[in-house]
């Protein structure tokens, strides 16, 4: 399936498809828009498929409707392939559908005998698309040129500062957060924790005071240091999920 022959001079990343969530049938859209279309743009509207899980469909040969308007003459529709990749436009990459990209950029280029280079995103070869969201496109080149070389997919320690974990206070928008802010935002709560601490052991003395000052017979260091140790001795547990 497809409009035309090609002539393959460059790839063309990405568009992204949003998608009801929906399982199985989220699938099922998403293979079926990029096949057959929609409202005002018929299909097929990739040569490849990304889904969520890093599984890779194959849709088409021939000219598919994945980049217009193009900024570059050597991304439009009739001399690039294009791989839809699903997602909303906002969620987090998951790490399996990520490397999945990389490594089927990387296959085409070798296939096409193409330097990565030649590895665009939708962002960078049309002004009216933002797309690979929280992608930075020379990263994922890089990361393919080791592909195409044979080399490892091993990754720069940017990607793996922006490598995302799910984390058990994310939001069901947001459940997964980036490394490098994991450790920002755990940094912030223990500064704050931090200070709540000295404003609770400032209190407590405060307060030992004000009951010396009604009884003498009130010890007022070990009424603190009683305190403390009763604090010192609550248990907070972290369960990290692997």
Same mark, same amino acid.
């Given at each position: 399936?497809?409009?035309?022959?090609?002539?393959?001079?460059d790839l063309s990343v990405c568009r992204l498809l949003p998608i009801p969530e929906h399982g199985r049938r989220r699938r099922r859209l998403f293979k079926a828009l990029v096949c057959s279309g929609r409202a005002g743009l018929a299909g097929p509207l990739s040569h490849f498929g990304l889904g969520r899980s890093?599984?890779?469909?194959?849709?088409?040969?021939?000219?598919?409707?994945?980049?217009?308007?193009?900024?570059?003459?050597?991304?439009?529709?009739?001399a690039s392939i294009g791989i839809e990749a699903e997602n909303n436009g906002s969620q987090p990459?998951?790490?399996?559908?990520?490397?999945?990209?990389?490594?089927?950029?990387?296959?085409?280029?070798?296939?096409?005998?193409?330097?990565?280079?030649?590895?665009?995103?939708h962002k960078e070869v049309n002004s009216q698309e933002p797309d690979p969201h929280?992608?930075?496109?020379?990263?994922?080149?890089?990361?393919?040129?080791r592909l195409i070389k044979g080399g490892d997919d091993d990754v720069s320690a940017k990607e793996l500062w922006q490598h995302e974990l799910a984390v058990p206070?994310?939001?069901?928008?947001?459940?997964?957060?980036?490394?490098?802010?994991?450790?920002?935002?755990?940094?912030?709560?223990? *500064?704050?924790?931090?200070?709540? /601490? @000295? =404003?609770?052991? #400032?209190? $407590?003395? !405060?307060?030992?005071?004000?009951?010396?000052? *009604?009884?003498?017979?009130?010890? /007022? @260091? =070990?009424?603190? #240091?009683? $305190?403390? !140790?009763?604090i010192e001795r609550v248990t907070v547990r972290l369960d990290v999920t692997e």
């Open positions: 399936m497809g409009r035309s022959p090609i002539t393959i001079d890093g599984r890779i469909y194959v849709i088409a040969a021939g000219r598919c409707w994945h980049n217009a308007p193009s900024t570059s003459a050597q991304h439009t529709n009739s990459w998951p790490p399996d559908q990520l490397d999945a990209y990389r490594k089927l950029c990387a296959e085409l280029c070798r296939e096409f005998d193409l330097p990565a280079s030649r590895v665009k995103g929280h992608i930075d496109m020379d990263d994922f080149r890089a990361v393919a040129a206070y994310g939001s069901k928008e947001n459940p997964e957060w980036q490394a490098g802010n994991i450790l920002v935002n755990h940094g912030n709560w223990l *500064r704050k924790i931090s200070a709540q /601490v @000295d =404003a609770q052991n #400032a209190t $407590i003395k !405060a307060l030992a005071d004000a009951l010396a000052q *009604r009884d003498e017979a009130v010890d /007022v @260091d =070990a009424l603190v #240091a009683r $305190i403390r !140790a009763e």
